[in-house]
């Protein structure tokens, strides 16, 4: 008898681009590393399984500079949301008994970053609330996206950024999630489209 197919999110990884998730704006990434000196911290909040994130790390260590990554995500998944009220992450989250950080941690390990990235399981406001302000170069957003979670992680975060530093955030699309363009727009009025579907927040210096 055949064993049943895997689960497509549970499937071996060698490289961030087999991972799972919505990620594809690498050039962001990029850019981050090609604009802030050696010694700045990245942290993204909202890491799923890992596709962002390993790029990220990958993006890093081609630069050849030194940088501090940090993951933030509650392994639980963000629950049903969007204008499908899809849960998106509820099979992987039921798939490890309420949780998918040892998918995500085994896939920074395939993808040789485990080393270079720090994991926090948190909560997104808690998280923020471990970092000194002005302590964080950029900042990335992509947890929950209606409207008053993305006003409690602009509200957590921004404070953190350095000056001259970036906060941005993923699906900035007014048709598919009118809540992150709520919120952007209530509480970063100078914020602007960036890439694909993302903003992002210059803080002046
Ligand atoms: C859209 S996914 C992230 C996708 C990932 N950046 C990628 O491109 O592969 C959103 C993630 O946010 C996490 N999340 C939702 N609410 C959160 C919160 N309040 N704090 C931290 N993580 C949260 C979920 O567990 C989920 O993994």
């Not at 949780?99 to 406001?125: K, Q």
């Amino acid at each position: 008898m055949n064993s049943p197919a895997p689960h497509k999110f549970a499937a071996d990884v060698d490289h961030w681009s087999d991972i799972p998730g919505w990620f594809q704006w690498r050039e962001g990434q990029e850019d981050a590393a090609a604009t802030f000196p050696e010694g700045s911290t990245f942290v993204e909040v909202g890491c799923y399984l890992g596709r962002s994130l390993c790029s990220l790390a990958e993006v890093v260590r081609d630069s050849g500079r030194d940088f501090t990554v940090i993951g933030i995500d509650t392994c639980r998944g963000s629950g049903a949301e969007g204008q499908s009220n899809t849960d998106a992450h509820g099979a992987a989250v039921e798939y490890g008994g309420g949780t998918f950080a040892g998918l995500l941690h085994r896939n920074l390990i395939a993808c040789g970053a485990a080393d270079d990235v720090h994991l926090l399981v948190s909560t997104s406001p808690a998280a923020a609330n471990l970092f000194a302000d002005g302590s964080l170069t950029w900042v990335h957003l992509d947890a929950r996206h209606d409207y008053d979670s993305v006003v409690a992680d602009i509200d957590a975060w921004a404070p953190k950024v350095a000056p001259g530093g970036w906060l941005s955030g993923d699906d900035y699309d007014s048709l598919w999630w009118p809540g992150v363009v709520a919120a952007v727009g209530d509480r970063l009025p100078d914020a602007h489209g960036w890439l694909t579907a993302q903003w992002r927040w210059c803080k002046p210096s």
